[in-house]
């Protein structure tokens, strides 16, 4: 065994003796087995002298206790006797051959010390790293005695590779969060196609009950059209029943008018016949009549001759007199009542020409009508602009945008117009309510009439409604009186004071809570669009993940490789340089099959091309997102070998 004295590196034997002794740790595999060792790592190896003062001597086949524990290999010379040595199996590669090949190979010195066929199984081995520093790593030679034997101390000893264990942990790590990654977002775009698929479903149920709506519509037109068919079959017979039920009444009419025309003809010959007789009576009649003029003309006579008595004329015309004054009387009071009823008719008139004009004003109400009729235009243009906005071209919807707001200016304009038309007619309204009020009198009909059609107008300028008192108890309304003393508080002021009614400017007319026709338009797009412009989002955010989730891989590799590069480039000068291992200058080591210098950091071998390109790739400037990588001085081993004596 060499002194560890004389070595700058220093190592605690105690703790390696109690971890081999240690029960805590797991034993991996134990038994005896020959090991190949020189005098510096037993005091079992005679010294032959070939090796000088303070060398290691020809190595020699040595039988040992050996245990594997943790990552580290012990060997003694019996079961219960402190452990000589101990093999770090950090980074190592274990290579297996037959006693004659590693021989012929330079493996081994000589053949294992053991009769026939025994011992012919020698497993050797390795560090990674042997000479990349420009210090040779001792090997661990092994010889067993069976191939099951030497299989299963090649497994356990690969076990022991806390690294490459960490480094496989770690891989199937990274594989199983990009598995669970990758199916996580298989699942996101399965339920992602399964609401596209739910879209278009519902879609489809929405096409197909509009074309049901549109066969029921279809039936029922069928079935109007063929009731009007038989409506119109059946009029058209009665039509014809009728028009040859007339031409019958029209024929049995010709005939008795033509009767009757035979009647007249024969009653006119009758009354031809009559005239004459007729001409004749009155010709007998204006005979009589000169007869009685003559007798007339006497009886005037007579009469002038009995009026030359004077009492009989004045008591005559004192009763003529009286009966003219009577009517000249009569007369002025006719005429003075005539005028008064001529007046009161004029007055009646110019009351009912004003009252008719302010129902007219109301009925009529043009300025209320046109702002109704373009608040339902601007309506009917959004309605356009939201079902149809994203089939339109840019200059279609600018256009159209600029239709509604000139609509919009207008409703403000059309809106100031009709309530000022509306505040004139309330007022009118209001003086008559207060008018009956102070006057104790009832409000005339047409009143009522002018207040129930303001009151609908009030509707559409945002009006208070009428608010009734409430009994809190029993919770009934009760009757408002008009000249109550104190006023129930649970009615508002204006009610109190107006209790039919008042002007109560409100918020803008919107029979629908939450819109607003005033306010500006946005385009808009069908559900069944948007369901796949959101599904098409997803599946982008989806894809946005797995492209940052390699990215971040990549950079943990290429962190990975560059710490490397750089531990690799701050070699000291004289040290052996990584390509050395590329060019095959590892005199006297056997061949290693796969092995690479980033072979035990980044995954399988690489050829010595992509080992420059990686490191000019690497000597670029990264950023700061690279973790620093722990240093390799845990991979040094002494020069006097992988072993450590307890002497």
């Given at each position: 065994?060499?002194?560890?004295?004389?070595?700058?590196?220093?190592?605690?034997?105690?703790?390696?003796?109690?971890?081999?002794?240690?029960?805590?740790?797991?034993?991996?595999?134990?038994?005896?087995?020959?090991?190949?060792?020189?005098?510096?790592?037993?005091?079992?190896?005679?010294?032959?002298?070939?090796?000088?003062?303070?060398?290691?001597?020809?190595?020699?086949?040595?039988?040992?206790?050996?245990?594997?524990?943790?990552?580290?290999?012990?060997?003694?010379?019996?079961?219960?006797?402190?452990?000589?040595?101990?093999?770090l199996l950090e980074d190592v590669e274990v290579v297996e051959y037959s006693a004659r090949e590693a021989l012929v190979e330079g493996v081994i010195p000589a053949l294992p010390p053991v009769a026939g066929e025994a011992?012919?199984?020698?497993?050797?081995?390795?560090?990674?790293?042997?000479?990349?520093?420009?210090?040779?790593?001792?090997?661990?030679?092994?010889?067993?005695?069976?191939?099951?034997?030497?299989?299963?101390?090649?497994?356990?000893?690969?076990?022991?590779?806390?690294?490459?264990?960490?480094?496989?942990?770690?891989?199937?790590?990274?594989?199983?969060?990009?598995?669970?990654?990758?199916?996580?977002?298989?699942?996101?775009?399965?339920?992602?196609?399964?609401?596209?698929?739910?879209?278009?479903?519902?879609?489809?149920?929405?096409?197909?009950?509009?074309?049901?709506?549109?066969?029921?519509?279809?039936?029922?037109?069928?079935?109007?059209?063929?009731?009007?068919?038989?409506?119109?079959?059946?009029?058209?017979?009665?039509?014809?029943?009728?028009?040859?039920?007339?031409?019958?009444?029209?024929?049995?009419?010709?005939?008795?008018?033509?009767?009757?025309?035979?009647?007249?003809?024969?009653?006119?010959?009758?009354?031809?016949?009559?005239?004459?007789?007729?001409?004749?009576?009155?010709?007998?009649?204006?005979?009589?009549?000169?007869?009685?003029?003559?007798?007339?003309?006497?009886?005037?006579?007579?009469?002038?001759?009995?009026?030359?008595?004077?009492?009989?004329?004045?008591?005559?015309?004192?009763?003529?007199r009286s009966n003219n004054q009577r009517l000249t009387v009569e007369n002025k009071r006719l005429r003075e009542e005539n005028r008064s009823l001529t007046r009161h008719f004029h007055e009646i008139e110019e009351k009912?020409?004003?009252?008719?004009?302010?129902?007219?004003?109301?009925?009529?109400?043009?300025?209320?009508?046109?702002?109704?009729?373009?608040?339902?235009?601007?309506?009917?243009?959004?309605?356009?602009?939201?079902?149809?906005?994203?089939?339109?071209?840019?200059?279609?919807?600018?256009?159209?945008?600029?239709?509604?707001?000139?609509?919009?200016?207008?409703?403000?304009?059309?809106?100031?117009?009709?309530?000022?038309?509306?505040?004139?007619?309330?007022?009118?309204?209001?003086?008559?309510?207060?008018?009956?009020?102070?006057?104790?009198?009832?409000?005339?009909?047409?009143?009522?009439?002018?207040?129930?059609?303001?009151?609908?107008?009030?509707?559409?300028?945002?009006?208070?409604?009428?608010?009734?008192?409430?009994?809190?108890?029993?919770?009934?309304?009760?009757?408002?009186?008009?000249?109550?003393?104190?006023?129930?508080?649970?009615?508002?002021?204006?009610?109190?004071?107006?209790?039919?009614?008042?002007?109560?400017?409100?918020?803008?007319?919107?029979?629908?809570?939450?819109?607003?026709?005033?306010?500006?338009?946005?385009?808009?797009?069908?559900?069944?669009?948007?369901?796949?412009?959101?599904?098409?989002?997803?599946?982008?955010?989806?894809?946005?993940?797995?492209?940052?989730?390699?990215?971040?891989?990549?950079?943990?590799?290429?962190?990975?490789?560059?710490?490397?590069?750089?531990?690799?480039?701050?070699?000291?000068?004289?040290?052996?340089?990584?390509?050395?291992?590329?060019?095959?200058?590892?005199?006297?080591?056997?061949?290693?099959?796969?092995?690479?210098?980033?072979?035990?950091?980044?995954?399988?071998?690489?050829?010595?091309?992509?080992?420059?390109?990686?490191?000019?790739?690497?000597?670029?400037?990264?950023?700061?997102?690279?973790?620093?990588?722990?240093?390799?001085?845990?991979?040094?081993?002494?020069?006097?070998?992988?072993?450590?004596?307890?002497?």
């Open positions: 065994m060499a002194a560890l004295a004389a070595s700058p590196f220093w190592l605690d034997c105690h703790a390696f003796q109690a971890l081999c002794r240690s029960a805590d740790v797991h034993v991996r595999i134990k038994g005896n087995v020959l090991l190949l060792l020189d005098n510096k790592q037993s005091a079992a190896v005679e010294d032959d002298g070939t090796g000088g003062v303070g060398c290691a001597s020809r190595p020699q086949w040595i039988k040992r206790f050996c245990v594997v524990k943790a990552n580290m290999l012990g060997f003694a010379p019996h079961s219960d006797a402190p452990f000589e040595g101990a093999y011992a012919q199984h020698v497993l050797c081995v390795s560090n990674k790293r042997d000479l990349v520093y420009g210090r040779p790593i001792r090997r661990l030679v092994l010889a067993l005695t069976s191939p099951l034997l030497a299989q299963s101390w090649k497994e356990k000893v690969e076990e022991a590779n806390f690294k490459a264990a960490q480094t496989e942990l770690s891989r199937l790590r990274t594989e199983s969060r990009r598995e669970r990654s990758l199916v996580r977002r298989d699942h996101e775009k399965n339920e992602i196609c399964a609401s596209l698929r739910q879209t278009e479903l519902a879609e489809m149920e929405s096409l197909r009950t509009e074309l049901l709506l549109e066969i029921q519509r279809l039936q029922q037109r069928t079935v109007r059209l063929q009731a009007s068919g038989e409506i119109t079959e059946k009029a058209a017979a009665e039509y014809i029943d009728q028009k040859i039920n007339e031409i019958s009444a029209l024929q049995s009419q010709l005939a008795e008018e033509l009767r009757q025309k035979a009647m007249l003809k024969k009653t006119i010959a009758d009354l031809r016949e009559h005239a004459s007789k007729q001409h004749h009576r009155i010709a007998a009649l204006e005979a009589e009549q000169r007869q009685l003029a003559c007798r007339h003309t006497e009886l005037l006579k007579d009469l002038e001759d009995a009026s030359d008595n004077p009492a009989r004329l004045s008591l005559i015309m004192s009763r003529i009912f020409e004003d009252k008719l004009k302010m129902v007219r004003t109301v009925a009529e109400a043009g300025d209320v009508f046109d702002f109704l009729r373009k608040w339902l235009l601007c309506s009917e243009n959004k309605v356009k602009f939201y079902e149809m906005g994203y089939k339109m071209t840019e200059e279609e919807a600018q256009e159209q945008r600029r239709k509604i707001q000139r609509l919009q200016n207008e409703i403000r304009i059309a809106e100031a117009v009709a309530r000022s038309s509306y505040i004139s007619v309330r007022s009118i309204l209001l003086d008559e309510q207060l008018k009956s009020y102070t006057r104790s009198a009832e409000i005339p009909s047409m009143y009522s009439f002018v207040k129930t059609s303001l009151d609908r107008f009030g509707w559409v300028f945002g009006e208070i409604e009428l608010v009734k008192p409430v009994d809190r108890v029993h919770g009934v309304e009760l009757p408002y009186w008009l000249h109550a003393s104190q006023g129930d508080p649970d009615v508002p002021l204006l009610e109190r004071t107006y209790p039919c009614g008042g002007l109560e400017s409100g918020s803008r007319f919107s029979l629908v809570k939450g819109v607003d026709v005033m306010r500006p338009v946005e385009s808009l797009i069908p559900l069944g669009r948007f369901m796949a412009l959101q599904a098409s989002y997803k599946m982008l955010e989806i894809d946005h993940q797995e492209l940052e989730d390699n990215y971040q891989r990549a950079l943990a590799e290429l962190s990975e490789y560059r710490n490397l590069v750089r531990d690799l480039g701050d070699a000291p000068a004289g040290i052996q340089k990584p390509s050395a291992l590329f060019r095959g200058d590892r005199t006297g080591a056997p061949p290693r099959k796969g092995v690479s210098f980033f072979g035990s950091v980044a995954g399988p071998k690489q050829p010595a091309g992509t080992v420059k390109s990686t490191r000019s790739s690497l000597s670029k400037p990264t950023d700061g997102r690279i973790s620093p990588r722990t240093n390799a001085s845990t991979d040094l081993v002494p020069e006097s070998g992988s072993t450590f004596s307890d002497d």
